[in-house]
């Protein structure tokens, strides 16, 4: 029998201290109060084994002298039942199957870069008590084998489901010609009527008869029978049958242990148990030398409770303990078999050499402890002795077990009631008459409630007045329908109400009959102020579209994080030209104004640039913060592509993730603003220039279209055909408009895909595709940059077309009137200067309007097309006067790449 000890004995075997140390790991981690010992060889297991004590083994696969199969198989041969377990980084489908066939108890593959300690810790746990309750159930049916009473168990429908050999042999039979069997087998016609008419109903309803009947043996003969039926929880019928011929005294001291039972009943603890034990076998036995004994696992060993005054004449006062392995009791023990001695001094292991006690008998106490019972006299004890001793020890070790239970229960009972009032929420059972029956501390805490006279609280004490109302319906319907989902408000101690959710569900009696509810109560007063939030946040949403600049939605965003959030110190910061500029912010925070967007060491640029928003407890230890002020917890959203909103706290951990969410809402809603007001500025410039468009289509292509109508008209009527070089002369005309038109048009997308060019290349590439009349370029830069390429020829062509069209001197000798044309870098861009005529200081505001041209035959949309191409690109475009006297464009803003 396995000691009723938490103590674990594991028996590692593997060469070297690896797997030792890996399973003490494992039962470490689990909390198992266990001892590993490691061995090498399977020589030594076997060896080891042999000294007992081992509780399982723990075996790898490979091993010096053979493998873990082999050593199972040995295993086996000597320790049937004692848990195996292979556990390995090796093997394979068929070394388990191999080791299931050998009767291994657990396979476990070690998996590489796995913790699976826990798994280990949880095999172990589960093969050594899987054996241990084994251990136990067999040691209850050995002991009812042994019995002398005989003892059967019926199923619900009257057959034999267990017998022992004791009321087998009573009636004539082998176990296995009744198991099986219908009960009529073993009485007479007429006797099975009047037992299933008269007492099995008794049986029935009051779970126990005790009397006579009459039972029939294989052979046909009769005899008259004590009977004891029982019912258990599970439906099954036990069966105690003695033969009645046995003494008078025997019946005497049965009707005697009946009386014992119901103090057995009454008792509450372990010392009592062993009074009513002891005596009942001095007086009702009549074996005045008597010893309880109950083992103690703190100490290892059996301990002695109490004993009879005979007893402590013989054995001495105090009684001895016995340790682990000393004596027959221990053996008892841990076998959970009895044993009966005409005279102990023939058994080599009795305790005490020179013992005068010399008839004995020790009775296990299942895991509890034994019972000893002795006299002076060798073979003192009968039949009738051991089976009347085996009753009371029987008695005793159900009363200990329920004892054991009601311990268990009670500890359990006092935890749950610990966790409950350790509950933040409130726990509640109410009956149907809304009188709450259980409760725990925290309902007292918040209420103030204290119960009434009879020790009751009722509903209509804990809840607002205005809701009790519908705390009634809601309670009604969750006893109708077995659920119960509402919110009320708590009168809590202070005279303040908050609202709270409860939630609960049927409360049943054994028979299954709705007597109440029971659930608990949540405080959801922060869940309602989150809803407040969301609820005027979406009026703040509504309210936004009346904002009509980027100031006022930023003013009007800071405003709600305040007023709604409860954020007093946030700032808006919009982006522009690539720098954060501080748009709005809270009266008393302190902002240096702006925050350089590629400075992404700063929390606001790293959140611009990442798109992603920031939680941060203790701003002094974060990589990317740099407070303003003294302090420690910050909130930083990106607000789309528009700018960063962050909002700041004295304290540490100020801010929670539902903060942080309602900061993002709040944000989404002026990121949306923001977008609206790019749309809308950016319908009106498109409708800036449909309206241009319409203007140019109206007017400067009506003009050599109505040219090229009036000659056209007049050749066919005149016949002269020179007035088609007008006409041709005009469609050329509205071909050039036409062209430039769709150009521009195209210029007001943005720029599309930018890559590195040199300026170089790309200028010479545009001079070889333009008209120059004898112009001359000079390239006197050697920078690249990133932009659209095909735009930027389109940029550089119309510079080029501009300064050549307008760098003419005038002088009829083409050679000396042509204009030299400059390309050079600036440190943010570049120039194109020419040494022509200029541009007047007066003119220069208008050059890039749409259709201003100082020749008659120009389009004037060449310098507008430059202009839409540099704004597509985030440039900016300028013209001054060159060093020649001539006209100077200089873009800047640009991104030069680093040689």
């Known amino acids: 029998m396995t000691p009723a000890s938490d103590t674990v004995t594991v028996l590692a075997v593997g060469a070297g201290s690896a797997l030792g140390t890996t399973v003490a790991q494992a039962l470490e981690r689990a909390d198992d109060d266990a001892e590993v010992v490691t061995v090498p060889t399977a020589a030594e297991v076997l060896a080891r084994l042999d000294d007992g004590g081992v509780d399982c083994v723990v075996s790898a696969y490979e091993l010096p002298e053979a493998d873990g199969i082999a050593l199972l198989e040995a295993v086996r041969e000597d320790y049937p039942d004692l848990p195996f377990v292979i556990y390995t980084d090796a093997g394979s489908e068929a070394v388990a199957s191999e080791a299931i066939s050998a009767g291994v108890t657990d396979y476990l593959r070690r998996e590489a870069d796995t913790d699976d300690h826990a798994l280990l810790a949880k095999r172990i746990g589960n093969a050594v008590g899987r054996t241990r309750a084994e251990r136990a159930r067999q040691r209850h049916l050995d002991a009812i084998e042994t019995a002398q009473e005989g003892i059967s168990i019926l199923d619900e429908d009257g057959h034999f489901v267990y017998v022992n050999d004791a009321y087998a042999d009573l009636y004539g039979y082998d176990p296995d010609d009744i198991l099986g069997e219908h009960w009529g087998l073993l009485y007479r016609d007429e006797d099975v009527a009047d037992i299933t008419d008269e007492i099995l109903p008794l049986v029935e309803a009051r779970g126990r008869w005790h009397g006579r009947t009459t039972g029939v043996r294989a052979d046909g003969t009769t005899f008259v029978e004590d009977h004891t039926l029982a019912t258990t929880d599970t439906g099954e019928l036990v069966c105690t049958v003695r033969d009645a011929s046995d003494a008078p005294r025997h019946e005497e001291a049965i009707e005697a242990l009946h009386s014992t039972a119901r103090a057995f009943i009454g008792a509450e603890t372990v010392d009592a148990v062993g009074e009513i034990a002891v005596e009942a076998v001095r007086d009702i036995v009549g074996l005045p030398i008597a010893g309880f004994y109950r083992y103690d696992a703190d100490a290892d060993a059996l301990v002695p409770v109490t004993s009879t005054a005979s007893a402590d004449d013989f054995v001495g006062t105090p009684p001895p303990t016995f340790e682990r392995g000393e004596g027959i009791a221990w053996d008892v023990y841990e076998s959970g078999e009895p044993r009966v001695y005409d005279d102990v001094r023939t058994d080599p292991d009795r305790y005490n050499e020179r013992t005068p006690v010399r008839s004995e008998l020790v009775l296990p106490l299942g895991d509890h402890g034994v019972l000893l019972v002795g006299s002076e006299e060798t073979d003192a004890f009968d039949e009738t002795d051991v089976s009347l001793a085996r009753t009371v020890t029987a008695h005793a070790t159900a009363t200990l077990t329920r004892l054991d239970r009601e311990r268990e229960l009670a500890a359990e009972r006092a935890f749950v009631a610990q966790s409950l009032d350790a509950l933040p929420d409130l726990f509640y059972v109410v009956n149907t008459d809304g009188k709450i029956c259980r409760w725990n501390d925290r309902l007292l805490e918040v209420t103030g409630c204290d119960p009434d006279a009879d020790g009751a609280l009722f509903i209509d004490d804990v809840l607002a007045d205005e809701d009790l109302d519908r705390a009634h319906d809601a309670m009604q319907r969750g006893l109708e329908t077995g659920e119960v989902s509402t919110e009320a408000r708590i009168r809590t101690a202070d005279g303040d109400l908050v609202p709270y959710q409860f939630t609960g569900a049927h409360l049943t009696d054994t028979e299954g009959q709705v007597v109440g509810l029971v659930g608990v109560g949540r405080d959801i007063s922060d869940l309602a102020e989150h809803e407040r939030r969301l609820k005027e946040l979406h009026s703040f949403a509504t309210d936004l579209p009346s904002c009509g600049s980027v100031e006022a939605i930023c003013e009007r965003t800071v405003r709600a994080a305040e007023t709604v959030l409860s954020f007093d110190n946030s700032a808006l910061s919009i982006e522009r030209d690539g720098v954060l500029e501080v748009a709005a912010v809270s009266a008393e925070l302190p902002t240096d104004g702006s925050t350089a967007i590629p400075d992404d060491e700063r929390l606001a640029g790293a959140t611009y640039q990442t798109g992603e928003s920031h939680l941060v407890d203790d701003l002094t230890a974060h990589p990317h913060a740099d407070p303003v002020g003294d302090y420690r917890s910050a909130i930083s959203v990106p607000v789309g592509d528009h700018g960063v909103f962050q909002t700041v706290a004295d304290g540490p951990a100020a801010f929670d993730d539902r903060d942080l969410e309602l900061a993002e809402l709040l944000v989404s809603h002026a990121a949306t603003a ?190 507008k097309i430059v202009s839409e191409i540099a704004d597509a690109h985030g440039w900016a475009v300028d013209v001054t006067e060159s060093a020649a006297g001539g006209a100077r464009f200089e873009i800047t803003g640009v991104d030069v790449a680093e040689e």
């Open 674 to 863: 923001l977008s609206r007001l790019d749309r809308e500025r950016e319908l009106r410039r498109q409708n800036e220039r449909l309206d241009e468009f319409v203007s140019i289509v109206s007017h400067d292509l009506r003009n050599p279209l109505n040219v090229a109508e009036g000659h056209l008209e007049l050749a066919r009527r005149d016949g002269d055909l020179d007035r088609l070089d007008a006409v041709d002369r005009a469609h050329d005309r509205m071909d050039e408009l036409i062209g430039d038109l769709l150009t521009l048009a195209r210029q007001g997308e943005a720029a599309g895909s930018v890559e590195t060019v040199p300026l170089p290349s790309v200028v010479e590439e545009c001079w070889a595709t333009v008209e120059t009349d004898g112009a001359r370029l000079r390239v006197e830069t050697d920078q690249s940059v990133r932009a659209d390429c095909a735009r930027l020829r389109q940029l550089f062509e119309n510079l080029f077309r501009n300064a050549v069209e307008h760098g003419s001197t005038g002088s009829s000798d083409a050679r000396e009137a042509a204009v030299e044309i400059t390309v050079g870098g600036l440190p943010d861009g570049f120039y194109v200067a020419d040494d022509g005529p200029g541009v007047p200081e007066g003119e220069r505001d208008r050059i890039f309007e749409s259709g201003y041209s100082t020749r008659e035959e120009g389009t004037g949309f060449g310098l």
